[in-house]
C-alpha cells in the first residue's frame, strides 16, 4: 500500500502561483506513475499532470506552459507548481499513485485551490 498527503492548496489571485506537494510513504519502491488530478464541483476528475517511474511526464492540455510536475528522486515528494493561476484552474487536487503489477491506484484525500477573478 502506499500512502498519500496533499498540501499546499489555498486561495490565490489570478495570475497568482501556488505549489502543492504529495508526500508518499509505504511501498513506495514499487510506484510506476504518479499523478496530479483535479476535480471541480458538478465536474469529473481529470487528469492535470503525470510522472512516470522513468521520467515521462504528460500534461493536460489546459496547464500546459503553466504547471510544472516534478517528484524528488526516491519517490517521496511529488510536486505541481501552478503558475500564471485562473479561476478555472478552481477545483480540489488529488495526488495519485499507480503501484505495482496492476498499476493499482492510491489516492490522496485532496488540496482545495481557489482563484478568484
Known amino acids: 500500500q502506499v500512502q498519500l498527503v496533499e498540501s499546499g492548496g489555498g486561495l490565490v489571485q489570478a495570475g497568482g502561483s501556488l505549489r502543492l506537494s504529495c508526500a508518499a510513504s509505504g511501498n513506495i519502491g514499487s510506484i510506476n506513475r504518479m499523478a496530479w488530478y483535479r476535480q471541480a464541483p458538478g465536474k469529473q476528475r481529470d487528469m492535470v499532470a503525470a510522472i512516470t517511474s522513468g521520467g515521462t511526464i504528460n500534461y493536460a492540455d489546459s496547464v500546459k506552459g503553466r504547471f510544472t510536475i516534478s517528484r524528488d528522486g526516491a519517490k517521496t515528494a511529488l510536486y505541481l507548481q501552478m503558475n500564471s493561476l485562473k479561476p478555472e484552474d478552481t477545483a480540489d487536487y488529488y495526488c495519485?499513485?499507480?503501484?505495482?503489477?496492476?498499476?493499482?491506484?492510491?489516492w490522496g484525500q485532496g488540496t482545495q485551490v481557489t482563484v478568484s477573478s
Open positions: 495519485n499513485a499507480n503501484v505495482g503489477r496492476n498499476w493499482e491506484s492510491y
